[in-house]
């Protein structure tokens, strides 16, 4: 991850303030055979790596001079500088030379706040409460280790404590919002009443979050038998055994892999058993049956912000699985972030996007893989027009032209969102310009949805707001304060052109969203969003939002009144009807960057409305059985619904394969209109609510489940 201002700017000031009388450079011990001249150079050519961002080489050039000077103990704080600069990995050498700095030379206090940082980020919070307490002996108004110790506390479940030192840090800083924002946390954590809450310490926002919700979700993830810490990332839900029940995947960073099988709405941890636990985690987890043998694989991407490892696809073999990405050709070592599935050039298989590049400097060509038909891929992203080399996040496919062809979305981290039109398979034509797709541009994930049921389908991007003092600011302000990170919804013209109508939607808002998904969760025949919300900081404590689709183009939060604001910063959310009772339950893979930021994913169960439904499975016969692409239309009286059937979109999760479709009050569906992959369409009339299946070129329908057909 890119360094936070707030360290830079600390790591700057530190510096400015070494101990008076020391010369620069100055060790403790010297080496005699090594002329003062020569360290001094080589410790000044490493503080101005540091300065120019070069971490990796600023590390190799600071244990150079401790190669030349052991007790430097100068390197050895900058060299632990740069380790914490460097983002993700290498938090227990910084904590090393840290506190190699300190025992050489304990009379710089900051000493005490950075190893107070690492250790906060390792979940040593003890440790690192008494970091920043030794600090603030010293200097009790530092407004950095008071902030971070009111979060330290926070992580303690020590909320009283968290209170005061917050107080504290408000004092310190009165113009931050985010010690206001976490001092109200800890405040209702605690047990105290928000007016206990004196007037200058209160942070005032626009009213987000307090919109009442039609459906109060229950957290049943132990209850249910999915007890998961992880520093999680992608979700996703496919049938491993055929058994007609939805299964679960999910993955995490460095965290070995998840597989819970379901049985009538109760799980099973069964990872090892299907020869998945794989300790080299993932980002990414998609379900898709590539080689059309009538069970679902897995594909998982790695490794994202983290570096480069090669990705991994799982082929199913009688519900065991097998990683045969070599020998698929589809193992790439790129930093890959999310994925996406789609039969590009209509030959029956399944085609694999993987948008690479964010960790890398100058970023890295995404990846095209055009599936052989016999097992194998071949990368063609390059004569297909689509390597793209934004550094880019998210990926996703929809047929925004209603041509018949999955046309592709990529969102970038450095640069404008790409938006390409697929010319009958042969190739792709970026059309973002001309289409007016061009915000935002730190973009993370996004997905095609008809949210205003015209039956075409739009577009929803997600920026991120890297420091929570943005997000923060948009929440008082009630819009959003930055073009580049905000929230994007684009109405479909039906023309191959869009209209930006977030503000309308009102949803013009600035999060550190980093998942985002879509369905209708009170069956009321409009589709929600759901956001995964935070960033890697140990301090950012940010709601997920839920916002509810209104039916008239606008969209309200209501993420709080339905219970599920989690802080826990969710990733790869995911929904499903995963215990088959017409309503949509949420999976959020909840967990932080950081190895002490591993926390429990969360199931919500959704204990539904009044509301009607209509579930439809498709069953392709001339190509991929799962119909990937299809697109359903669902007509009730004026109100005309569409939904496609696409594997990844958001954060490269899966969610249900089934399309699940509200009906409001209604308990027949006027018409369902299905356009298969192929180009065959069927046409049925007035089917009741209820569980359906309909499969490629038979007539009618299959009933699954008479008993649910009118609630």
Same mark, same amino acid.
């Given at each position: 991850?890119?360094?936070?201002?707030?360290?830079?700017?600390?790591?700057?000031?530190?510096?400015?303030?070494?101990?008076?009388?020391?010369?620069?450079?100055?060790?403790?011990?010297?080496?005699?055979?090594?002329?003062?001249?020569?360290?001094?150079?080589?410790?000044?050519?490493?503080?101005?790596?540091?300065?120019?961002?070069?971490?990796?080489?600023?590390?190799?050039?600071?244990?150079?001079?401790?190669?030349?000077?052991?007790?430097?103990?100068?390197?050895?704080?900058?060299?632990?500088?740069?380790?914490?600069?460097?983002?993700?990995?290498?938090?227990?050498?910084?904590?090393?030379?840290?506190?190699?700095?300190?025992?050489?030379?304990?009379?710089?206090?900051?000493?005490?706040?950075?190893?107070?940082?690492?250790?906060?980020?390792?979940?040593?919070?003890?440790?690192?409460?008494?970091?920043?307490?030794?600090?603030?002996?010293?200097?009790?108004?530092?407004?950095?280790?008071?902030?971070?110790?009111?979060?330290?506390?926070?992580?303690?479940?020590?909320?009283?404590?968290?209170?005061?030192?917050?107080?504290?840090?408000?004092?310190?800083?009165?113009?931050?919002?985010?010690?206001?924002?976490?001092?109200?946390?800890?405040?209702?954590?605690?047990?105290?009443?928000? @007016?206990?809450?004196?007037?200058?310490?209160?942070?005032?926002?626009?009213?987000?979050?307090?919109?009442?919700?039609?459906?109060?979700?229950?957290?049943? #993830?132990?209850?249910?038998?999915?007890?998961?810490?992880?520093?999680?990332?992608?979700?996703?839900?496919?049938?491993?055994?055929?058994?007609?029940?939805?299964?679960?995947?999910?993955?995490?960073?460095?965290?070995?892999?998840?597989?819970? =099988?379901?049985?009538?709405?109760?799980?099973?941890?069964?990872?090892?058993?299907? /020869?998945?636990?794989?300790?080299?985690?993932?980002?990414?987890?998609?379900?898709?049956?590539?080689?059309?043998?009538?069970?679902?694989?897995?594909?998982?991407?790695?490794?994202?912000?983290?570096?480069?490892?090669?990705?991994?696809?799982?082929?199913?073999?009688?519900?065991?699985?097998?990683?045969?990405?070599?020998?698929?050709?589809?193992?790439?070592?790129?930093?890959?972030?999310?994925?996406?599935?789609?039969?590009?050039?209509?030959?029956?298989?399944?085609?694999?996007?993987?948008?690479?590049?964010?960790?890398?400097?100058?970023? #890295?060509?995404?990846?095209?893989?055009?599936?052989?038909?016999?097992?194998?891929?071949?990368?063609?992203?390059? =004569?297909?027009?689509?390597?793209?080399?934004?550094?880019?996040?998210? #990926?996703?496919?929809?047929?925004?032209?209603?041509?018949?062809?999955?046309?592709?979305?990529?969102?970038?981290?450095?640069?404008?969102?790409?938006?390409?039109?697929?010319?009958?398979?042969?190739?792709?034509?970026?059309?973002?310009?001309?289409?007016?797709?061009?915000?935002?541009?730190?973009?993370?994930?996004?997905?095609?949805? @008809?949210?205003?049921?015209?039956?075409?389908?739009?577009?929803?991007?997600?920026?991120?707001?890297?420091?929570?003092? !943005?997000?923060?600011?948009?929440?008082?302000? &009630?819009?959003?304060?930055?073009?580049?990170?905000?929230?994007?919804?684009?109405?479909?013209?039906?023309?191959?052109?869009?209209?930006?109508?977030?503000?309308?939607?009102? !949803?013009?808002?600035?999060?550190?969203?980093?998942?985002?998904?879509?369905?209708?969760?009170?069956?009321? &025949?409009?589709?929600?969003?759901?956001?995964?919300?935070?960033?890697?900081?140990?301090?950012?404590?940010?709601?997920?939002?839920?916002?509810?689709?209104?039916?008239?183009?606008?969209?309200?939060?209501?993420?709080?009144?339905?219970?599920?604001?989690?802080?826990?910063?969710?990733?790869?959310?995911?929904?499903?009807?995963?215990?088959?009772?017409?309503?949509?339950?949420?999976?959020?893979?909840?967990? /932080?960057?950081?190895?002490? @930021?591993?926390?429990?994913?969360?199931?919500?169960?959704?204990?539904?409305? #009044?509301?009607?439904?209509?579930?439809?499975?498709?069953?392709?016969?001339?190509?991929?059985?799962?119909?990937?692409?299809?697109?359903?239309?669902?007509?009730?009286?004026?109100?005309?619904?569409?939904?496609?059937?696409?594997?990844?979109?958001?954060?490269?999760?899966?969610?249900?394969? *089934?399309?699940?479709?509200? !009906?409001?009050?209604?308990?027949?569906?006027?018409?369902?209109?299905?356009?298969?992959?192929? &180009?065959?369409?069927?046409?049925?009339?007035? *089917?009741?609510?209820?569980?359906?299946?309909?499969?490629? &070129? =038979?007539?009618?329908?299959?009933?699954?489940?008479?008993?649910?057909?009118?609630?």
């Amino acid at each position: 991850m890119r360094a936070t201002p707030l360290l830079l700017a600390l790591a700057v000031t530190a510096f400015a303030q070494a101990p008076a009388g020391t010369a620069f450079g100055q060790a403790t011990t010297l080496s005699p055979r090594v002329p003062q001249r020569i360290i001094d150079e080589q410790f000044a050519h490493a503080t101005e790596l540091l300065g120019k961002k070069l971490y990796e080489r600023a590390i190799d050039q600071f244990l150079y001079v401790l190669a030349l000077s052991p007790t430097h103990h100068e390197a050895h704080f900058y060299a632990g500088l740069a380790y914490i600069q460097r983002g993700l990995t290498g938090l227990e050498q910084a904590d090393h030379h840290l506190s190699r700095a300190i025992e050489l030379d304990p009379s710089n206090p900051r000493r005490f706040h950075y190893r107070g940082v690492v250790r906060m980020r390792l979940g040593d919070y003890d440790a690192a409460r008494s970091d920043f307490e030794h600090m603030l002996e010293a200097e009790p108004g530092y407004y950095p280790s008071l902030y971070s110790l009111g979060a330290t506390w926070m992580r303690l479940s020590r909320y009283d404590d968290a209170v005061e030192i917050l107080k504290r840090a408000v004092d310190a800083n009165p113009s931050q919002l985010e010690p206001k924002w976490n001092l109200s946390l800890a405040t209702r954590f605690a047990g105290r009443s928000a @007016d206990t809450i004196e007037p200058r310490y209160r942070l005032e926002l626009a009213g987000t979050g307090v919109a009442s919700s039609p459906v109060a979700f229950e957290e049943v #993830s132990e209850t249910r038998g999915i007890i998961r810490y992880s520093r999680a990332r992608g979700s996703g839900w496919g049938d491993m055994d055929n058994d007609g029940d939805l299964d679960l995947f999910t993955v995490g960073i460095r965290d070995p892999h998840g597989m819970y =099988r379901n049985d009538g709405g109760r799980f099973t941890d069964v990872t090892t058993d299907v /020869g998945l636990f794989d300790p080299s985690g993932g980002w990414s987890a998609l379900w898709a049956d590539y080689d059309n043998d009538g069970d679902e694989d897995i594909y998982v991407t790695r490794d994202g912000w983290d570096g480069e490892l090669p990705n991994s696809l799982y082929r199913n073999d009688d519900g065991v699985f097998i990683d045969v990405s070599t020998q698929a050709g589809v193992s790439s070592p790129k930093d890959g972030f999310t994925a996406a599935w789609a039969d590009i050039d209509h030959d029956g298989d399944l085609d694999l996007y993987v948008a690479n590049g964010v960790a890398s400097p100058g970023g #890295s060509a995404n990846e095209l893989f055009v599936n052989n038909g016999n097992g194998s891929f071949t990368e063609s992203a390059a =004569r297909y027009g689509v390597a793209n080399h934004g550094r880019s996040i998210g #990926s996703a496919f929809g047929d925004f032209n209603n041509d018949g062809w999955a046309d592709l979305l990529v969102i970038n981290f450095f640069g404008n969102p790409a938006l390409y039109r697929n010319d009958a398979g042969t190739r792709f034509t970026d059309v973002s310009a001309a289409a007016g797709i061009t915000s935002p541009t730190e973009g993370f994930v996004g997905f095609f949805f @008809d949210y205003d049921n015209d039956g075409w389908l739009d577009v929803f991007i997600v920026g991120f707001a890297g420091e929570m003092e !943005l997000a923060l600011q948009s929440a008082v302000a &009630g819009g959003a304060v930055s073009e580049s990170s905000r929230l994007a919804l684009y109405r479909n013209d039906r023309d191959g052109t869009f209209t930006d109508t977030t503000q309308e939607a009102g !949803l013009a808002f600035n999060f550190g969203a980093m998942a985002a998904t879509f369905g209708d969760i009170d069956n009321d &025949g409009f589709l929600d969003i759901y956001l995964g919300c935070g960033a890697p900081a140990m301090e950012r404590f940010e709601p997920n939002k839920l916002f509810h689709n209104q039916g008239d183009g606008t969209f309200l939060d209501i993420g709080a009144s339905a219970g599920v604001d989690n802080l826990g910063k969710g990733h790869g959310v995911s929904f499903a009807d995963f215990d088959a009772d017409g309503d949509l339950d949420i999976y959020v893979p909840t967990g /932080g960057a950081f190895l002490g @930021d591993r926390q429990r994913d969360v199931l919500y169960l959704n204990p539904g409305t #009044s509301n009607q439904w209509l579930h439809i499975e498709l069953e392709g016969t001339t190509g991929h059985p799962s119909a990937v692409g299809a697109q359903v239309r669902v007509r009730v009286g004026d109100r005309l619904m569409l939904q496609e059937v696409a594997l990844g979109g958001g954060f490269g999760s899966t969610n249900s394969p *089934i399309l699940e479709f509200g !009906l409001g009050n209604a308990e027949v569906a006027d018409e369902i209109s299905v356009h298969w992959p192929s &180009g065959g369409k069927l046409l049925i009339r007035e *089917i009741g609510a209820g569980r359906i299946r309909i499969v490629e &070129g =038979r007539p009618g329908i299959t009933r699954l489940d008479e008993s649910t057909s009118v609630r």
